[in-house]
């Protein structure tokens, strides 16, 4: 993750003055300038994130500290021996848009000591960008005398101020270590993850969307930073805490989905781009219970009656053994952002979530890279040719015994690298295993990937008639899964198991 920059110079200045708080030490030398700021960021990405644009606009404020350790000298009239000593309680805050007319707050020139070693460190307090937001009430408190900054508990959802809280470490500076211009850099970073969500249909069915949930998240949680100005380190010391409170999203849409039509979960709205809200860093214990449930009709599916369209619903776990996924196995990280995108592909659900780090470039792809592609006709899926049930004229295999293991294969030449996934429906949907499901391939040196999975028939349930399990086969290209059964099956394969 590149880091926001908040840039103070503090100087010296030859002559004290009562408007200082540093009273020149008798005898010291004359050491230079009168403190200036500037800041800087890093691009812009989203709304919900401080970049490059929106940290400099004014009004933007950061509120700054400096301990000084091992001082010697007098500040303010009041003398001090080998001190521990809280220099700066202050605040910068840019004057005008784009510039580095960055000012303390209190009208104050500070200036570099003659003796100690300072600890510089400091959390953002007012967004300027837009409207301008302060940092909302009741989110953060600090405690001067142990140096830990507390922030909540509160609870994070899509109505909450999109605040993005951003803090340092601590930047130590000794005498020695003064830079030539006065310059020091105080890095900020993201106390909270954001995640993106959207669902799009990329199947030839019309989806009529009826809710989405995203439940089970910790979002209602507290932190408590700890700033070491003590030599003992210089990394601030941060602990979350705290347990679920609200469901993240809970939302009933009536939404009509056609083919390739993309909406954004938080508005309702087409999708354009993507549109991040805040939330607390998970665990991946604390993912667990998390879940997406998505409830819908399809035209064509109809209940019993034949009329009344059905309404179906599909849960995806975010973590614990029944995961749908596994780009969340480090959990939630602060400073990271999660877009997830719910795709309708063929008959069936699937989930991808694209991770990048807050402040990211995007790179052009090869050809290669922006294709899904088979060999020759013998890459696309097929399966065992000695069982006793293969029909290859037909694209069929018939079970000809319920212990029979079905093994299946297809050849990936492009993308060279990525993720795979093959899912079943049909009839038979409920009476066979696919083992695994999902996996990743990266073809190196060969001339393809070569995806191998079982398709097990159930040991307890029989079927009461004949059924029938299709496939469906997905890419993932570029962060997004891509219906790839045109390619790699595109004579409908199918396991059919015959009832007595």
């Keep these: 993750m590149r880091k926001t920059y908040i840039h103070e110079i503090l100087a010296l200045s030859l002559l004290a003055v009562a408007a200082c708080h540093q009273e020149r030490i008798p005898g010291e030398e004359e050491l230079g300038e009168i403190i200036r700021i500037e800041a800087a960021g890093s691009d812009a990405v989203t709304r919900a994130m401080l970049g490059r644009a929106e940290l400099k606009k004014a009004g933007t404020t950061?509120?700054?500290?400096?301990?000084?350790?091992?001082?010697?000298?007098?500040?303010d009239g009041t003398p001090y021996e080998d001190a521990d000593v809280l220099y700066i309680d202050d605040a910068v805050v840019l004057a005008t848009d784009g510039s580095d007319d960055w000012n303390f707050a209190s009208g104050h020139n500070w200036r570099w000591t003659r003796t100690g070693t300072h600890h510089f460190y400091g959390w953002l307090t007012r967004d300027g960008n837009g409207s301008g937001m302060n940092i909302p009430s009741g989110w953060a408190s600090f405690n001067e005398g142990s140096k830990t900054l507390s922030v909540g508990p509160l609870t994070l959802d899509t109505t909450s101020p999109q605040f993005d809280f951003s803090y340092s470490d601590v930047v130590t500076v000794g005498q020695d270590q003064i830079p030539a211009d006065g310059t020091i850099e105080l890095p900020l970073k993201h106390l909270f993850s954001a995640m993106a969500l959207t669902i799009e249909n990329l199947s030839d069915d019309?989806?009529?969307?009826?809710?989405?949930?995203?439940?089970?998240?910790?979002?209602?949680?507290?932190?408590?930073?700890?700033?070491?100005?003590?030599?003992?380190?210089?990394?601030?010391?941060?602990?979350?805490?705290?347990?679920?409170?609200?469901?993240?999203?809970?939302?009933?849409?009536?939404?009509?989905?056609?083919?390739?039509?993309?909406?954004?979960?938080?508005?309702?709205?087409?999708?354009?781009?993507?549109?991040?809200?805040?939330?607390?860093?998970?665990?991946?214990?604390?993912?667990?219970?998390?879940?997406?449930?998505?409830?819908?009709?399809?035209?064509?599916?109809?209940?019993?009656?034949?009329?009344?369209?059905?309404?179906?619903?599909?849960?995806?776990?975010?973590?614990?053994?029944?995961?749908?996924?596994?780009?969340?196995?480090?959990?939630?990280?602060?400073?990271?952002k999660y877009a997830m995108n719910l795709q309708f592909v063929?008959?069936?659900?699937?989930?991808?979530?694209?991770?990048?780090?807050?402040?990211?470039?995007?790179?052009?792809?090869?050809?290669?890279?922006?294709?899904?592609?088979?060999?020759?006709?013998?890459?696309?899926?097929?399966?065992?040719?000695?069982?006793?049930?293969?029909?290859?004229?037909?694209?069929?295999?018939?079970?000809?015994?319920?212990?029979?293991?079905?093994?299946?294969?297809?050849?990936?030449?492009t993308p060279k690298q990525g993720s795979?996934?093959?899912?079943?429906?049909?009839?038979?949907?409920?009476?066979?295993?696919?083992?695994?499901?999902?996996?990743?391939?990266?073809?190196?040196?060969?001339?393809?990937?070569?995806?191998?999975?079982?398709?097990?028939?159930?040991?307890?349930?029989?079927?009461?008639?004949?059924?029938?399990?299709?496939?469906?086969?997905?890419?993932?290209?570029?962060?997004?899964?891509?219906?790839?059964?045109?390619?790699?099956?595109?004579?409908?394969?199918?396991?059919?198991?015959?009832?007595?």
């Design 62 to 75: 950061v509120k700054v500290y400096d301990q000084l350790t091992g001082f010697t000298g007098s500040i």
């Design 206 to 336: 019309i989806i009529h969307l009826k809710d989405v949930s995203l439940t089970g998240f910790y979002n209602r949680r507290s932190a408590s930073i700890s700033f070491p100005t003590d030599g003992s380190g210089t990394e601030s010391v941060t602990e979350i805490s705290g347990a679920a409170g609200a469901d993240f999203l809970t939302k009933t849409y009536q939404e009509t989905l056609n083919k390739y039509d993309k909406i954004d979960l938080y508005t309702g709205q087409a999708a354009s781009g993507k549109n991040y809200i805040l939330m607390w860093p998970q665990k991946p214990s604390d993912l667990t219970g998390a879940a997406i449930t998505v409830t819908y009709t399809a035209d064509g599916v109809y209940e019993e009656d034949g009329t009344t369209l059905k309404e179906l619903q599909k849960t995806l776990y975010l973590g614990g053994p029944n995961a749908s996924t596994n780009y969340l196995r480090d959990g939630l990280l602060a400073g990271k």
């Design 346 to 413: 063929g008959k069936v659900i699937l989930l991808t979530i694209n991770v990048l780090p807050w402040d990211y470039n995007e790179y052009s792809w090869d050809y290669s890279d922006a294709v899904i592609t088979t060999n020759d006709s013998d890459g696309e899926l097929d399966f065992d040719h000695n069982y006793n049930g293969y029909d290859r004229s037909n694209r069929r295999v018939i079970l000809q015994n319920q212990g029979d293991v079905l093994v299946g294969q297809f050849k990936i030449l």
């Design 420 to 500: 795979w996934s093959v899912t079943g429906y049909g009839s038979g949907v409920d009476y066979f295993t696919i083992s695994p499901t999902e996996g990743s391939f990266d073809r190196g040196e060969n001339s393809v990937s070569t995806v191998t999975f079982t398709i097990t028939p159930s040991q307890t349930a029989v079927p009461p008639s004949t059924v029938e399990l299709h496939f469906n086969i997905a890419i993932e290209l570029n962060g997004e899964w891509v219906d790839a059964n045109s390619e790699f099956n595109r004579r409908d394969w199918r396991i059919i198991w015959e009832r007595n």
